[in-house]
């Protein structure tokens, strides 16, 4: 996977090369390379410059220097190249190399790692220009160029003052237990683009596949012509429909998405597979991809999803009515309680498409073996998911398909569904040759599931003392034609409609539609985002009615031990949590509120798994060699969120075990897992199978060479359909708080202070990393981030500058304060966080902005002194 030396040299001798220098190493490349970047990946196997968004420069992940000079190579044409000199951190000196790596890794500065080789590149090119008088100011206006999905960059300034500062750097070390700060595992290789990803991969033979999208959003097909593809030179094959020897759809929970479309079927959305283009050479496979020519017959397109619902036309080809799912709950007698209450409030509520916009781009590659079976590598978030489905479109048994998970490049609910491995393996399994399958960023754009559009319909009372007594919630959910996870994330949204608050009478509605708009699906935070951010709303417009701080509403009506919450669940001490959060942001509250400031506040829970019923299994295999060495094997997708050091950390507590000893993989050989790494349980489940798996090899006297499963079992929920008095819906709640503070003139956020509960902080170094990332998340997601469609379902945005996600000067100072209040039936009380950090955001922010305007927020995104309806 890791690419070469730069000294790799091209054949040299014809006109139609380009002549460079590479890492001190003259070379000549073909000429023909769109850009520099192709050239240095694809010919010369240079890989830590990264392709996020080739050719648009918007990303910053491939970052060179061009005779000293920093700048994103996929923007450098060949012609701009030649006699230049090119320097990527593969040419750094070994000393450089090794210092710019500790201070990113011993400030946490890194999650996934996609995007940080390009930003030590940037980070060398302005130590050199400015020295110590670089300023964090300056340093964050120059990593404009440069977008960071996961960090939220603040620990990244940390490691740039580090290096700017020049103090003596050590090589950070490893945590020995639970508890204690360290540095992320495989942090170094990650920093300096070794640790490579799908894209990196190089196989000998290997061939690249090329996607054909559909034109329309809506129509039938009514031929497909393949001629002129396949008349391109170096293109060795294209499938269509026809070829798919196994079953035609697939998906996570509902098998109703399409692997493509073909004649006589119909479209349903602009990320619809039409043809794979199999070449020599990935630009002919794209190339090639667009002659494949496709008769249409327009159809209307369901972009509304009331115009949906009320139609008995069926938005989607093949599936019966417009109606994904619909989650309904209640407790009490809400219609009394409202026409009973002190102060009642009711408001409608509009939240946005969004875009995840991770930065690697989805990769996939198939390689055949012999006997007819196949080895997929793939950077999904299911790769037992994958393999079934996988195994299912090919028509073979699942003994058959091996898919090995290679961490990914960020994901955050976004690589849940297959994209593009069914297509790669479905090529490869018919050639007998390695096929990859890449995805530009524009397919990219348009294929994978985003962040639901729901319009919340609220109403909600309170007694004169501002005790809540009633809400009533109607929710509809825009999820695009397929069913990704479009029902579970509803359910979620239902599930939390009254956020971290005790409410004796309520009564939720959450109706998921299908349209012909993007598919709708996973995404960090699961449908709490859409929810909370309504809630939020309401209890602020109580608090002025009762005429009491925001803080004090908030202090009346939060969850306590023994309450009854949401859909009847009886809270346990868990959620002792959310009193440690609110209680945390007092004295930063006061003291915002002294200082004349304008304050937003934001509370919010956010599950721990899956939960409503479904029985979650995880199995983990520690392994001892000859010498001590141990191998931990375990079952969740590492996408920068640290389930790799996690896994570790309980290792080296167990064990007593050096954590140089240890190695993680995740191992995908043998059922290991149960469903999706999602729901904000890889820590929670991930330690609790280490552990038990630890502690079996501890009672059998740590043979070696023995494979010691441990299990983690959560078999303890309900769903609603039960019809349970008081179901357990979760096993599980992360609790967080968060202030938001602007400047009361201008509306600047000055700060935010988040307070996370996390139930035991496994590392508090990448526990930190992961509630800053959220925040930055939960600001863009208020702010800035919108994925909005035209009438024919065409998203028009479809470049990651234009999905408005926030760079490095737009982000506040962000404070993280964690408090522990252990989770029971969880091992060491742990509790997740990837997700929960930002939930209350959204609310927050818009609390604060009422403060300077006077304007209440209904809808997402917004902004400061910005008119009502605007």
Same mark, same amino acid.
């Given at each position: ?5 730069? =000294? ?10 380009? $002549? ?124 404009? +160029?440069?977008?960071?999905?996961? =960090? ?74 393949? $001629? ?11 499938? =269509? ?33 039409? &043809? ?80 995840? +916009? ?44 091996? @898919? ?19 297509? +790669?393996?479905? &090529? ?117 009615? @009762? ?324």
């Amino acid at each position: 996977m890791q690419g070469m030396d730069a =000294t790799t040299t091209a054949a040299p001798g014809t006109s139609d090369m380009t $002549s460079l220098v590479v890492n001190g190493t003259p070379v000549e490349v073909s000429a023909s390379h769109p850009h520099l970047l192709r050239a240095l990946r694809e010919e010369l196997d240079v890989t830590s410059p990264k392709d996020g968004c080739a050719p648009s420069g918007q990303c910053g992940a491939c970052t060179v220097l061009l005779d000293g000079k920093p700048i994103q190579s996929c923007l450098v044409s060949m012609e701009k190249a030649a006699g230049k000199e090119v320097t990527t951190l593969e040419g750094f000196d070994p000393a450089e190399r090794d210092r710019y790596a500790d201070a990113f890794a011993a400030t946490g500065a890194l999650q996934c790692g996609f995007c940080t080789p390009g930003i030590l590149v940037r980070t060398k090119a302005l130590i050199d220009q400015k020295g110590k008088d670089l300023t964090r100011e300056t340093a964050a206006g120059r990593l404009g +160029a440069h977008l960071c999905r996961c =960090t939220g960059y603040t620990k990244i300034f940390d490691a740039i003052d580090m290096l700017r500062d020049e103090v003596e750097i050590t090589a950070p070390s490893l945590p020995t237990k639970i508890g204690e700060r360290g540095k992320k595992y495989e942090a170094q290789e990650l920093a300096l683009g070794d640790r490579g990803y799908v894209d990196d991969i190089r196989i000998p033979g290997m061939l690249h596949a090329g996607l054909r999208l559909a034109d329309f959003a809506r129509a039938d097909v009514l031929s497909i012509d393949t $001629s002129r593809a396949l008349d391109v030179d170096g293109v060795v094959a294209v499938y =269509t429909q026809q070829d798919i020897p196994g079953d035609q759809r697939v998906g996570i929970i509902h098998k109703d998405w399409p692997v493509m479309i073909g004649p006589g079927q119909r479209t349903s959305y602009l990320g619809d597979v039409m &043809a794979v283009v199999v070449a020599d050479d990935v630009e002919v496979a794209r190339m090639a991809a667009g002659l494949v020519d496709i008769e249409y017959q327009e159809l209307k397109v369901y972009t509304d999803p009331d115009v949906a619902l009320a139609s008995d036309e069926d938005a989607v080809w093949g599936l019966d009515g417009n109606v994904l799912s619909k989650s309904v709950y209640s407790r009490g007698d809400v219609d009394f309680a409202l026409a009973d209450a002190a102060h009642t409030v009711t408001e409608t509520f509009h939240t946005q498409r969004v875009e995840h +916009a991770f930065l690697e781009p989805e990769s996939t590659l198939a390689v055949p073996l012999e006997g007819g079976a196949l080895h997929v590598y793939s950077g999904g978030q299911g790769v037992w998911d994958d393999r079934d489905q996988i195994a299912a479109v090919l028509g073979v048994d699942t003994d058959k398909v091996t @898919v090995e998970l290679v961490s990914n490049g960020g994901a955050f609910g976004g690589k849940e569904d297959m994209s593009n491995q069914a297509h +790669a393996a479905l &090529a490869a399994h018919l050639l007998n040759r390695p096929v990859k399958c890449t995805l530009t960023r524009e397919q990219s754009l348009l294929m994978h599931a985003k962040r639901h559009p729901i319009r919340i319909e609220a109403t909600a009372g309170c007694d004169e003392n501002g005790k809540l007594v009633a809400y009533k919630a109607r929710m509809i959910g825009d999820s695009g034609p397929y069913a990704s996870v479009g029902m579970k994330v509803l359910e979620r949204a239902a599930g939390h409609a009254s956020g971290p608050y005790t409410v004796p009478n309520i009564d939720v509605s959450a109706v998921a539609v299908r349209t012909n708009n993007p598919v709708c699906g996973a995404f960090r935070g699961f449908g709490a985002n859409q929810a909370q951010f309504a809630t939020e709303g309401m209890l602020d417009r109580l608090a002025d009615k @009762v005429g009491i701080s925001t803080w004090e509403m908030r202090n009346r009506n939060i969850v306590k031990p023994g309450d009854t919450w949401g859909p009847g669940q009886v809270m346990d001490d868990g959620c002792l949590g959310i009193r440690q959060c609110l209680d945390a942001i007092k004295p930063y509250y006061d003291d915002a509120k002294a200082a004349g400031k304008a304050v937003g506040l934001g509370l919010a829970l956010k599950n721990s798994g899956l939960g409503n019923g479904f029985v979650e299994i995880a199995k983990a295999v520690v392994r001892f060699d000859d010498d001590g060495n141990v191998e931990v094997r375990h079952c969740w997708t590492e996408m920068g969120q640290g389930v790799h050091t996690v896994a570790m950390q309980v290792a080296a507590e167990e064990l007593d075990v050096a954590p140089e000893k240890i190695t993680v993989k995740v191992d995908t050989s043998r059922e290991l897992g149960a469903g999706q790494t999602t729901g904000s349980r890889g820590t929670l489940m991930g330690a609790g199978s280490v552990q038990d798996a630890c502690r079996i090899a501890i009672e059998d006297g740590r043979k070696p060479n023995v494979d010691y499963v441990g299990e983690y079992v959560v078999d303890w929920t309900n769903s609603l359909e039960e019809g349970v008095e008081n179901p357990i819906i979760h096993s599980a709640f992360g609790y967080g708080g968060q202030l938001v503070i602007a400047d009361r003139e201008t509306g600047t956020i000055e700060k935010v202070v988040a307070v996370n509960d996390v139930g035991r902080v496994i590392n508090p170094t990448l526990c930190e990393g992961q509630v800053e990332g959220a925040v930055h998340m939960g600001l863009g997601y208020a702010l800035t981030e919108e994925f909005p469609t035209d009438e024919q379902a065409m998203p028009t945005n479809m470049t990651l500058r234009s999905l408005g996600v926030l760079r490095p000067k737009d982000i506040p100072e962000i404070e993280v304060v964690l408090v522990e209040a252990p989770q029971p039936r969880s091992p060491y009380g742990v509790k997740g966080v990837g997700e929960i950090g930002l939930v209350p955001t959204a609310g927050a922010v818009a609390g604060a902005f009422y403060e300077v305007d006077g304007i209440r927020r209904n809808q997402l995104p917004f902004s400061v002194h910005q008119p009502v309806g605007a």
